[in-house]
C-alpha cells in the first residue's frame, strides 16, 4: 500500500511540476541548449554560427563555446540525441531542445528532491501528513520557479542534497562524493563543498579512512572537468569562464 502511495504521489509532483515549462529565450538557457544543437546537427562544441544569441559564452582558440558547466548540456544532449535519432524531434523544432534541458535538469530534479523530503518524513513520523510537509514548502519556494526551467541550480541542488542525506547516515562516502562531484559538474561554485564536507566527516567519524572514501567519489568529476578543458582551451585547469567572450563578464 506504501509503494502505491509513492507512486500515486511521484505522478501527481511530475505533473504538477511539468504543467509549465519555460522556453523563454534567455541568455542563460539559450548557452546551454546550443551545444545541445551543435553537437546534435553538426557534432561540434562550437557555436560559432549562432554566436549572437547568447551573451553568456567564451571565446577560445577562434571559436565560441557555451560558458557553463559541462553536466546539465550533456545530459540533455544524450536524451536529445536518443529523441533525434528516432525522430520525435528535429532540427526545425528548436523549442524541443528547452523542453528537453527543462525535464532533464529541472523536473526530474526537483520531483526526486520532493520524494527524498516526503521520504524522509515519512520515516521520521509516520503520523505526520508527509504529503503537506514535503509538498507546500517546496512548492511555495523558488526553488519551483527553476523546476520548468533549463538551468542548472535544481540539478546542483539534488546532487547536493542526495549526498547530504548519505553523509548524513554515516555512510555509503564514496557514492556521497560521487554525488558531490556531480554537483560540481553543474556548477562550478558546489566545488566548495569537496573542502567543507571533508572536514564534517572527520568530526563525526574521528576517522580518516571515510575522508578518503568521500574523496575518491570527488575524482572522476575532477577528471572529466580536466578532460572537457583540455579538448577545449588546450589546459586541463583552463576554464571557459578564463576565457569570457564579453569584456564586462572577464
Request: glycine letters at 4%; aromatic letters at 18%; proline letters at 5%.
Amino acid at each position: 500500500m506504501l509503494n502505491k502511495y509513492y507512486i500515486i504521489f511521484f505522478i501527481v509532483n511530475l505533473f504538477l511540476t511539468i504543467y509549465y515549462l519555460d522556453v523563454w529565450r534567455n541568455a542563460n538557457t539559450t548557452s546551454r541548449v546550443l551545444p545541445v544543437l551543435s553537437h546534435t546537427y553538426h557534432h561540434t562544441a562550437n557555436i560559432d554560427d549562432r554566436k549572437d544569441e547568447t551573451i553568456d559564452k567564451a571565446f577560445v582558440g577562434g571559436h565560441y563555446y557555451s560558458d557553463k558547466a559541462p553536466l546539465p548540456v550533456y545530459s540533455t544532449f544524450i536524451f536529445y540525441k536518443i529523441l533525434q535519432k528516432t525522430g520525435v524531434v528535429n532540427e526545425s523544432q528548436e523549442n524541443s531542445a528547452f523542453l528537453v534541458g527543462d525535464i532533464i535538469c529541472g523536473v526530474i530534479p526537483f520531483v526526486l528532491m520532493v520524494m527524498l523530503i516526503f521520504h524522509s518524513i515519512v520515516k521520521l513520523n509516520p503520523n505526520i501528513s508527509p504529503v503537506y510537509l514535503s509538498m507546500i514548502p517546496i512548492f511555495g519556494s523558488f526553488i519551483f520557479v527553476f523546476a520548468g526551467t533549463f538551468f542548472s541550480h535544481v540539478m546542483t541542488a539534488m546532487f547536493l542534497l542526495f549526498a547530504y542525506h548519505l553523509l548524513k547516515q554515516d555512510r555509503y562516502f564514496i557514492l556521497a562524493g560521487l554525488l558531490t562531484g556531480a554537483a560540481f559538474l553543474c556548477e562550478f561554485p558546489a566545488g566548495l563543498a569537496f573542502f567543507i564536507w571533508p572536514f564534517i566527516i572527520y568530526f563525526r567519524q574521528r576517522k580518516i579512512i571515510p575522508v578518503m572514501k568521500f574523496a575518491v567519489g570527488c575524482v572522476p568529476a575532477v577528471l572529466l572537468l580536466m578532460f572537457y578543458n583540455y579538448k577545449l582551451t588546450g589546459n586541463p585547469f583552463d576554464l571557459l569562464y578564463n576565457h569570457e567572450a564579453l569584456a564586462d563578464f572577464a
